[in-house]
């Protein structure tokens, strides 16, 4: 069974396996796990910047009927059009391997072109590697479907969507990765960011693109949100800002910062 292992422990995150699971434990915190979910919204930075948020979301997923995650994220690394799976039968890191599901992968490949195999988009990918730490923590026995998603215009999100509601579970739990405004200073993020959260709050899928597209908000995976967002039409239900914060409250830098936010989509 063909593998990915782990390229960004040891930068992203500790390559220890002892010093992870600390980490990581720490960053959950005491666990409440109160929120019945079936999407979360998770930071993809080093664990020392956006670590506290993503585990903000993490703590409080009830994981008892979570049997699959649907992890989707943006292209850092390789330039892509449409949704790119992987051929790969397992992921790994530090704290171990997680399986994929590689029956949906040859599903969402038979519906047409919008998915296909692109192994460099995700070989190099640390949007979705840096939740594999969390998952293993919280879901050892969960399947995977990771997914990177590059340039897409709304038909390809509605083909997309078609196309995952027909490998739907009701176990399935949708991750998706990102982070927020790059590089403004700690105030111009501040305005970018909040506006952002308060959009991402009502659900309204057609302000988010608006918003978008006139600037006054900005993320690295506005794909996923905006697909996120468009499969929240169709589900319903209530939307939690849980954290956010910037790269500044870990490195005091406020001339340059980078975004961070947590949230859940509830199920209806």
């Keep these: 069974m063909a593998s990915r292992r782990a390229r960004w422990a040891g ?57 699959r995650v649907i992890l989707i994220g943006p292209s850092h690394h390789w330039p ?40 460099e988009a995700h070989s190099q990918e640390h949007s979705l590697e840096v939740q594999l730490p969390f998952i293993l923590r919280l879901l050892p026995d969960v399947e995977l479907l990771p997914i990177v998603m ?57 302000s988010f693109e608006t918003a978008l597209r006139s600037g006054t908000i900005e993320a690295c995976g506005a794909g996923p949100l905006q697909l996120l967002l468009e499969e929240n039409i169709r589900r319903g239900g209530a939307i939690e800002i849980l954290h956010r914060c910037d790269s500044s409250d870990a490195s005091g830098d406020i001339s340059q910062v980078v975004g961070y936010l947590s949230a859940a989509f509830l199920k209806g």
């Excluded at 919204?41 to 703590?59: C, K, L, N, Q, R």
Aim: one cysteine or more; a negative charge; proline letters at 4%.
């Design 11 to 67: 930068q992203f995150y500790p390559a220890a396996a002892d010093e992870l699971e600390r980490m990581v434990d720490a960053m959950l915190g005491s666990r409440l796990s109160d929120l019945s979910a079936w999407a979360l919204i998770v930071p993809h930075a080093g664990y020392i910047y956006s670590g506290t948020t993503a585990g903000a979301a993490f703590a409080r997923l009830n994981t008892s009927d979570v049997k």
């Design 80 to 119: 892509l059009a449409g949704f790119a799976l992987t051929g790969m039968g397992e992921w790994s890191c530090p704290l171990g391997d997680i399986p994929l599901d590689t029956a949906a992968a040859e599903t969402l490949l038979a519906s047409g072109p919008t998915f296909a195999i692109c192994e």
């Design 150 to 206: 590059g340039h897409c215009d709304a038909s390809n999100r509605g083909d997309a969507l078609a196309a995952l509601e027909k490998i739907a579970s009701p176990g399935d739990l949708w991750l998706i990765s990102t982070d927020l405004s790059h590089f403004h200073t700690r105030r111009e993020a501040e305005k970018l960011d909040g506006e952002l959260a308060r959009i991402l709050a009502t659900g309204d899928a057609t």
